[in-house]
């Protein structure tokens, strides 16, 4: 079967740093996406890692461990504006069809 | 800038109503989604398309169909309406999957069944 695992919700100090991790277990692996969502709005893509290591990109950074089954995504200098659902995607297949599995997401409060 | 853009942001019909949700893309992509979204259980895919007239089943396609006869536009349709069916409705749009091709979403239709 196809599992991602993500904390449900997490809170945090503003200019503080997270980190959210996720957990997989999938039938293959193409890629792993995060993207944040503001409540009442559309996920927007944050990141995209396909090879061990980190990705960064402003004050968002994001790892991979395909060994490991895991990724997390690291906010830093948190702003309020911060505090959204972030979520994790795997895309197991290969090829054009592009289809993702996505975890439930974890909800991020920022306090003052 | 991709655009997605989805018909109603909400809608309330009747149990046992034909409903039709809309959305329209306007970056020339290949590939459409439909999902639905709750609490606790994230997004699950009810059907895609990778080309006009052409449609897959996602995980949860019970009681859905769907109709692409453009390319920009995709359509999911709601045979006979239920109430276990209200929901978050979200389309999503993006090319075929080359390296780190993101879906594109639309903002969302939310769904009541009464």
């Known amino acids: 079967g196809q599992n991602i695992d993500q904390p449900t919700e997490m809170t945090a100090t503003e200019g503080a740093i997270v980190q959210i991790n996720c957990t997989y277990q999938?039938?293959?692996?193409?890629?792993l996406f995060w993207y944040q969502q503001h409540a009442g709005e559309a996920p927007t893509f944050l990141s995209y890692?396909?090879?061990?290591g980190l990705e960064e990109k402003g004050r968002f950074s994001s790892f991979l461990s395909r060994s490991k089954g895991y990724s997390y995504l690291l906010l830093k200098e948190l702003q309020m504006k911060d505090s959204a659902s972030y979520l994790c995607a795997v895309r197991p297949f290969s090829g054009g069809y592009n289809k993702l599995i996505f975890g439930a997401g974890t909800r991020l409060a920022v306090h003052p | 800038d991709v655009k997605v853009t989805q018909s109603s942001r909400y809608l309330v019909k009747r149990t046992g109503e034909k409903v039709f949700l809309e959305c329209v893309q306007d970056m020339d992509h290949e590939n459409m989604f439909w999902y639905r979204q709750d609490p606790g259980l994230g997004l699950r895919l009810i059907y895609f398309s990778y080309d006009v007239k052409m449609k897959e089943k996602g995980d949860i396609p019970e009681g859905y169909s769907v109709s692409r006869e453009k390319k920009e536009r995709f359509s999911l349709i709601l045979e006979s309406a239920s109430t276990n069916q209200t929901s978050m409705y979200l389309c999503?749009?993006?090319?075929?999957?080359?390296?780190?091709?993101?879906?594109?979403f639309g903002d969302g239709t939310r769904l009541s069944i009464l």
């Open positions: 999938t039938s293959g692996f193409n890629g």
């Open positions: 999503a749009s993006s090319f075929p999957g080359g390296q780190g091709q993101p879906q594109h």
């Open positions: 890692n396909v090879l061990d």
